[in-house]
């Protein structure tokens, strides 16, 4: 199993918070870059918040100030914070990962749905 595997996704109300978590396989040795990304219906997919393996991050404009993403390389986890949610965030939510030969991996993806 080397696919990451993603939790946290659910209905949350606009302005409130949520947080995502993403496990990477342990079989997995090197993991480079790893990061969010997600897709609203009828849109293409796109990056929410990406983090190298040094902790160098990158978000979407639309998200900058609202998402922290972080990660723990000893236990090859990565998260995605969310706040000040907007009814635009609502998306089905992945996880991907780069390992050390340049493979990606995604996960299956977690719904997010922010209404009031």
């Known amino acids: 199993q080397v696919q990451p595997v993603e939790s946290g996704g659910g209905w949350v109300r606009p302005g409130g918070s949520r947080g995502l978590s993403c496990a990477a396989s342990?079989?997995?040795?090197?993991?480079?870059?790893m990061g969010w990304y997600r897709q609203a219906p009828g849109k293409e997919r796109e990056l929410v918040a990406r983090?190298?393996?040094?902790?160098?991050?990158n978000y979407a404009g639309s998200v900058k100030g609202r998402f922290t993403i972080a990660r723990d390389n000893a236990k090859k986890t990565v998260s995605l914070q969310m706040n000040n949610l907007k009814p635009d965030d609502t998306a089905v939510y992945y996880c991907s990962y780069e390992d050390g030969l340049g493979r990606n991996y995604w996960g299956q993806g977690t719904q997010v749905t922010v209404s009031s």
């Open positions: 342990e079989s997995i040795f090197i993991i480079n870059a």
């Open positions: 983090i190298t393996s040094t902790g160098r991050t």
